[in-house]
């Protein structure tokens, strides 16, 4: 039975990595996926996904008001379609009607739908997509990660040019480890960033 998944983690755990390595297995054995990416991230090629590490697949972009039903639903009336799987990179970018659609594909159309995002923002507080997610998600999976200490790594930290933790701003600001540090809870709350 199809369900909706939400593999969820702090910056930098292979959220990525994993969800391509995923879609290769579907791949390798014959089976067609759908992958999607939000259309403003442009820290990469233009509708890719990218890992850190290299590997990368074309994507369809999403929006606001992307119709993720709609879509999915139309590609499975085209004929010879080997479709067996839905997956989203950065899903705390979606929002309450995406998820919703999300598990609509889930329940009516039979297909598993696999999403990997962040929990929370940089101060702590939960993106739209993931609240929904880790609400309405069949399945949660935590990819883990470490803090600088050592320590299991839970919070995104938003750092300055000189490594200091920036506690203002608006929620989505795109980049990499270059403005992102992955925290324990405790350097999180002492803003201690390396």
């Known amino acids: ?3 909706l998944y939400f593999y969820y983690s702090a910056m930098n755990a292979g959220k990525t990595t994993t969800l391509l390595q995923s879609e ?5 054995r014959g089976m067609e996926t759908l992958l999607f990416t939000p259309s403003f991230d442009d820290r990469y090629e233009k509708n890719h996904i990218v890992s850190r590490i290299g590997l990368k697949a074309p994507a369809i972009p999403f929006h606001k ?3 993720f039903y709609g879509f999915v639903e139309k590609k ?4 010879d379609h080997r479709i067996k799987c839905v997956l989203v990179d950065e899903a705390h970018f979606l929002t309450k009607k995406h998820v919703h659609q999300l598990s609509d594909i889930a329940d009516f159309l039979g297909l598993p739908v696999l999403t990997y995002g962040l929990r929370t923002d940089f101060l702590g507080e939960p993106f739209e997509g993931s609240k929904y ?3 309405h998600a069949e399945e949660l999976c935590e990819i883990k990660t ?5 320590r299991k790594a839970t919070m995104n930290a938003r750092i300055d040019g000189n490594g200091v933790m920036v506690t203002v701003g608006a929620q989505v600001e795109i980049g990499g480890n270059d403005r992102y540090v992955s925290l324990c809870h405790r350097h999180f709350k ?3 960033t390396s």
């Open 1 to 3: 039975m199809a369900k």
């Open 24 to 28: 290769y297995n579907y791949r390798e």
């Open 65 to 67: 008001d992307f119709d």
């Open 76 to 79: 499975l009336k085209e004929p």
């Open 133 to 135: 997610l880790l609400s």
């Open 146 to 150: 470490i803090c600088h200490c050592g």
């Open 190 to 192: 002492k803003q201690v």
